[in-house]
């Protein structure tokens, strides 16, 4: 085991159980310092840790307060998002429709283009062909 590895180890699992982990620690200087740091981290963490419980009665307060609180319905959602939506979609469509009609040949042109059957042709450039 290398370096890398130990100390991936002592990050993500703490104290080496492996043996070749263990070895490698008590071949390597570097490395048992580095072990020796992350234990004083992780004792520091543990002093300085608090634990907040709730009170008995803070889920039934928040359910209580959800509750309590009108909620919109599923359709005047959905009739905000499609009043929203609609004139994008339709300026999206006419945009995409007018680009598609001036930007690309028409099939007239790829078919005099083709020097060979199209059905031929196309299932060459499938194929990868030139």
Do not use: Y
């Amino acid at each position: 085991m290398n370096c890398q590895h130990v100390r991936k180890f002592l990050t993500s699992q703490g104290s080496p159980v492996e043996p070749e982990a263990a070895q490698h620690l008590r071949n390597c200087a570097s490395c048992r310092r580095f072990a020796e740091r992350m234990d004083a981290v992780r004792r520091e963490l543990r002093r300085h840790q608090t634990v907040v419980e709730p009170d008995g009665s803070f889920s039934a307060r928040v359910l209580d307060r959800l509750a309590a609180q009108p909620s919109p319905p599923a359709t005047e959602l959905l009739g905000w998002a499609a009043l929203r939506l609609l004139p994008v979609t339709l300026m999206l469509a006419l945009l995409l429709g007018g680009w598609s009609l001036i930007s690309g040949p028409n099939p007239e042109t790829l078919l005099t283009s083709v020097d060979q059957d199209p059905l031929a042709w196309v299932l060459n450039e499938e194929a990868g062909g030139p």
